[in-house]
């Protein structure tokens, strides 16, 4: 467990360790330099003050220090109590420094290479080089401490401490600047007008003034829809007509795309026990006198349909179970704390064995900070994370806080998901509603599936491919050789009877198998960050639409692709195009 994960205002829980019996943790460390004795290496001394004696058996292994941005890989050469420093490796002017210090066996003496740089780093006492497990007896949320080696070097930059939960700006004023329709215009002039003719009070279309602004409005707009169009039209970026969008694509061999749908993650409130996601699922947004649960095939799907409401559909299969619902984050006993924004991991109250890697927790604000009222809630704080490592378990045992053994599950999500702002766990509200402290501001949750827009729809017949009528010339030969004609075949581009088709982004992913190094196209990638599913070129869109036939006698199941450049002749491809009106035709190879 990092100790930097929280920012919180009332460290209590340093002091609830320190009056533990046996817990110990590490109060705060300084970095020998100005008032180092003579000989002394500056700022390679790190003094780490702990709240009980320091254990005398650490070596170099139990200590980790990590960060810097020019400077890495800082090593530690010797590490020692500063009541018993090591004679072979200290002067007498140092080892009268160090035991003259106040409470000297509280003070761990760590030797380092070299100094750093001016950047912020990590020490982390720890039961080996390889592992996070803190040493035994001492407390997970106070084993490491972040520091600076140039602490008393003079800076440029500014010395106030980062707020990691300080309130977002707030957005600029909406100014309109450019005013190039017939109603800003209008507004502009009357403005101007008003500015220059202060005395004037009639607005009346009558009023001179008034017919004046109205004309200079009236014209201004139609030169400025002129100069809009042909300079809309002129760029490939702008143009807004499909037949200009078509020669700009034409002209640089680029193949115009037709967009994607919506995607997004979707919270489900599930009761019972564990129970897989029905395949024949279908979302819909909300319809006025329709239940929120309805069968299909129903007369209430039907009465819902009938309202045209948006659908969606899960992308994947999942495991639901009612427990998962609510996750409430732990605060190890301090207050007024949040998530910093960059934040990877965390630690939910109790013991959840069911919770696995991969699985995608929604972090959400559900009481206002100030208020703690629920309404209050900023709904722009909801963040999906996916899980890369989840620790339930401290061996066989449950994992608990060791200060009070309440149950605890420690998470880390994908670093692709890190939070993009501080997340408020718990605060007080101002004094309008108590100043009192709340908990629980921000909740995770579970039970959570990909669902892309889009409505499936099955048996649509789009009918057989016509005989063929005209045949290739024969092939040359001697007079006397009858060759059997080569029928030509027909250009088959049936049309949809719905539409517009759904597309679909995908993504590549790459993966070895057995040694053998495979790329394929997917919807989205299991593997990698929750906000990734959410994120594709919208030129690798494909049409989301599957056509079943019978080739040469057998089945055969034919594929969307974005063309056919790349298709052989026995390959089952075709491509979904779209016209000026909203139509959809399908257009398959000539087997050549």
């Known amino acids: 467990m990092s100790s930097n994960t929280y920012t919180c205002c009332d460290d209590t829980r340093r002091a609830a360790v320190d009056a533990h ?10 970095v020998l330099d100005l008032d180092a004795p003579a000989g002394s290496p500056r700022q390679r001394t790190l003094m ?13 292994d139990n200590v980790r220090i990590v960060g810097g941005e020019r400077i890495r890989g800082i090593g530690v050469e010797w590490i020692a109590v500063a009541s018993a420093p090591p004679a ?40 080996g080089p390889d592992t996070d497990t803190p040493l035994p007896d001492f407390d997970p ?24 939960c300080a309130r977002e700006p707030a957005p600029p004023p909406d100014i309109h600047y450019l005013a190039r329709d017939y109603a800003s215009l209008r507004r502009l002039v009357i403005d101007r007008l008003t500015q220059q003719m202060p005395g004037w009070r009639d607005r009346s279309p009558a009023d001179l003034a008034t017919t004046l602004a109205e004309l200079i409005a009236y014209v201004g707009d139609l030169q400025h829809y002129r100069l809009d169009a042909i300079a809309t039209e002129a760029y490939l970026h702008t143009a807004r007509q499909r037949s200009s969008l078509r020669r700009h ?56 349909m009938a309202s045209a409401p948006l659908v969606f559909e899960p992308l994947h299969t999942a495991t639901l179970r ?12 301090d207050t007024r704390c949040c998530l910093a924004a960059g934040a990877t991991h965390a630690t939910l109250r109790g013991h959840w064995p069911d919770l696995a890697a991969g699985d995608v927790l929604v972090f959400q604000e559900v009481r206002g900070p100030l208020t703690g009222a629920p309404e209050d809630a900023d709904p722009s704080h909801r963040h999906a994370v996916r899980l890369t490592h989840v620790r339930a378990f401290d061996g066989t045992d449950p994992l608990t806080d060791p200060l009070d053994t309440s149950p605890i599950t420690e998470i880390r999500w994908h670093a692709g998901d890190a939070l993009p702002f501080p997340l408020c766990l718990s605060a007080e509200t101002d004094a309008e509603h108590g100043a009192v402290l709340i908990d629980d501001v921000s909740i995770a949750l579970g039970n959570n599936v990909l669902v892309d827009h889009g409505h499936s729809v099955d048996g649509e017949s789009l009918g057989s491919v016509p005989p063929p009528r005209l045949q290739f010339p024969p092939p040359a030969g001697t007079r006397c050789e009858r060759v059997a004609p080569v029928a030509l075949p027909p250009r088959f581009a049936p049309s949809l009877a719905l539409g517009p ?14 040694g053998v190094r495979r790329e394929e196209r997917v919807l989205f990638d299991p593997d990698a960050s929750a906000g990734a599913a959410l994120a594709w070129r919208v030129g690798d869109a494909i049409p989301a639409i599957t056509l079943q036939g019978t080739l040469g006698g057998h089945d055969a199941t034919w594929t969307a692709r974005q063309d056919l450049l790349a298709s052989g002749a026995g390959d089952t491809h075709f491509v979904l195009e779209s016209d000026d009106s909203g139509g959809m035709q399908a257009r398959f190879g000539d087997d050549r």
């Open 141 to 164: 949320r106070l084993s490491g401490v972040a520091f600076a080696f140039k602490v008393e070097c003079p800076s440029d930059f500014d010395c106030a401490p980062r707020n990691d």
């Open 21 to 30: 019996a046996t817990l110990n943790g590490i109060d705060y460390l300084e």
């Open 88 to 127: 072979a490796a200290t002067s007498a002017d140092e080892q009268a420094f160090f035991t003259g210090l106040p409470q000297a066996d509280h003070v761990l003496l760590v030797r380092t290479d070299a100094a750093g740089d001016f950047s912020t780093y990590h020490l982390q006492l720890a039961q």
């Open 322 to 333: 009612e427990e998962h619902n609510e996750f409430r984050f732990h605060s190890w006993g």
């Open 249 to 304: 694509a034409l002209l640089v061999d680029y193949a115009m795309h037709e967009g994607c749908n919506a995607r997004t993650w979707l919270h489900l409130e599930v009761g019972g026990g564990a129970f897989p996601l029905p395949g024949d699922l279908r979302l819909l947004t909300r319809v006025p006198g329709v239940p929120d649960r309805i069968t299909p095939a129903s007369s209430d799907e039907r009465t819902a």
């Open 501 to 514: 088709v759904t597309r679909q982004g995908t993504v590549r992913k790459r993966s070895i198998a057995f």
């Open 48 to 60: 780490v003050r702990l709240l009980k004696p320091a254990p005398g058996a650490l070596t170099s």
